[in-house]
C-alpha cells in the first residue's frame, strides 16, 4: 500500500474521519464520530465569523434575521473569546462558552444543543457541515476500502482503523521522520523543513502528522487537527 497516495485519492471528509481514527484507533461509536466530525465543522464555521472574513471560504454572508438565538449567540460569545486577551476573561467566557453551548440542561442535552448548532449553520450555509447518515455512508466507503473495520456488540457497530492500514501508515511515518532527523543533522532546521515539503508536500505530510508546526502543515491539515485546540478548550470531556 503506498500511504503517500492515500489523501490524494480521498475526499475532504473521509480524511476528516480518517484522522479520527487514526487518533483513536479502536473501540470507536459512531455517536463519537459524528460528535468529533461536526464539532470541527462547527469551530472552522464559527473561526471564520470571528476572523472577519465574511465566511468568504464557505461562500455565504449571513442574515442576523435568518440566525438561530442559539447559533447567534454563540457566534458572538465565540468572537469574543478569540479576541480576549486577558486570560482571566477568556477563561471566564469559555466557561461561559462550555456550559451554554455544549453541555446539557434540563430537556437539552449536550448532542441535541450541537445538533440545533448544526442545523442552524447548514440552513444559512447548506451542506457545511455534514449530518449523521453522511458521516455513516462514508465510514461505510472507508470500510469498503480498507481503512477502517467494525464488529458488532449487542447489536452496535463498534469500529476501528483497519490493523494493516494503520501498520503501514505508521511505518511510512517513522520511516519519513527518521529520514527528516538524519537531514536535520546536516543542515538547519528550517531547512530541513523546507526540503521535506517539497519533497513530499504539505499534503502527505500533514496526513503523516509530520512538521505539525509548519505552517504549510496547519493550511493542508484536516479540520479535526486545526480546530482541535478549540474542541479541547470548550468542549467538556463527557459531552
Keep these: 500500500m503506498d500511504i503517500d497516495l492515500v489523501p490524494a485519492y480521498l475526499s475532504s471528509l473521509e480524511k476528516e474521519i480518517i484522522n479520527v481514527f487514526i487518533d483513536r484507533i479502536s473501540n470507536i461509536t ?28 464557505i461562500k455565504v454572508t449571513i442574515d442576523e434575521a ?8 454563540f457566534l458572538t460569545d465565540f468572537n ?13 467566557i469559555a466557561n461561559k462558552i462550555i456550559k451554554t453551548y455544549f453541555t446539557g440542561e434540563g430537556r437539552l442535552s449536550a448532542e441535541k444543543k450541537r445538533h440545533i448548532l448544526v442545523r442552524a449553520i447548514n440552513k444559512i450555509s447548506p451542506n457545511t457541515i455534514p449530518s449523521y447518515m453522511k458521516i455513516n455512508r462514508i465510514l461505510n466507503i472507508l470500510e469498503a476500502k480498507g481503512y477502517i473495520q467494525h464488529t458488532v456488540i449487542d ?15 505508521l511505518n511510512r511515518r517513522n520511516q519519513i521522520i527518521n529520514e527528516f532527523k538524519q537531514k536535520e543533522a546536516e543542515t538547519k532546521t528550517e ?42 478548550e470548550l468542549i467538556p470531556p463527557t459531552s
Design 66 to 73: 435568518k440566525v438561530n438565538p442559539l447559533l447567534n449567540s
Design 155 to 169: 447489536k452496535k457497530k463498534i469500529w476501528e482503523i483497519a490493523p494493516g492500514f494503520y501498520q503501514a501508515w
Design 30 to 57: 459512531p455517536a463519537l464520530i459524528e460528535k468529533e466530525i461536526q464539532l470541527a465543522y462547527i469551530f472552522n464555521f464559527a473561526e471564520n465569523y470571528a476572523l472577519g472574513s465574511s465566511l468568504e471560504n
Design 80 to 92: 469574543e473569546y478569540t479576541r480576549t486577551e486577558d486570560q482571566q476573561k477568556k477563561e471566564e
Design 191 to 232: 531547512e530541513a523543513e523546507a526540503y521535506f515539503i517539497s519533497k513530499y508536500g504539505p499534503v502527505v505530510l500533514s496526513f503523516l502528522r509530520i512538521l505539525s508546526q509548519a505552517k504549510d502543515f496547519l493550511e493542508s491539515a484536516p479540520l479535526v487537527i486545526r480546530e482541535s485546540h478549540y474542541i479541547k
